[in-house]
């Protein structure tokens, strides 16, 4: 059993910068790919950024300028740091992540989400 969970969230002024974190405990053997997702007020879940083990990253390029995906595995932590925050970076990012626990296969587990909102 694997728990996800995010913090970092809140309201933060429209320019300004935040940085989310997302936690993994339970039985983890290993960390494999990290990511975070938005959903706003369309309702659509949309990858944001993602990291693998080795430190390659992917970025919605809408978004590739002003976030930064990062990790630390022996913490089992992944980290995305906002800048110049537009309004419509206003969304509940939620944490996903592969991982492969000490015994079984791997498995994806998603955090419950931390609301981010902007200020105008």
């Known amino acids: 059993q694997v728990q996800l969970l995010e913090s970092g969230g809140g309201l933060a002024q429209e320019g300004g910068s935040l940085e989310l974190s997302c936690v993994a405990s339970?039985?983890?053997?290993?960390?494999?790919?990290m990511s975070w997702y938005r959903q706003g007020p369309d309702q659509q879940r949309e990858l944001v950024a993602a990291?693998?083990?080795?430190?390659?990253?992917y970025y919605l390029n809408s978004v590739r300028s002003r976030f930064t995906i990062s990790r630390d595995n022996a913490r089992n932590t992944t980290y995305l740091q906002i800048r110049a925050l537009k309004t419509e970076d206003a969304a509940v990012y939620y944490c996903?992540?592969?991982?492969?626990?000490?015994?079984?296969?791997?498995?994806?587990?998603w955090g419950q989400g931390t609301q981010v909102t902007v200020s105008i």
């Open positions: 996903r992540a592969q991982v492969a626990p000490r015994i079984g296969p791997i498995l994806e587990y």
């Open positions: 339970g039985s983890i053997y290993a960390m494999n790919a």
């Open positions: 990291i693998n083990p080795n430190g390659r990253t």
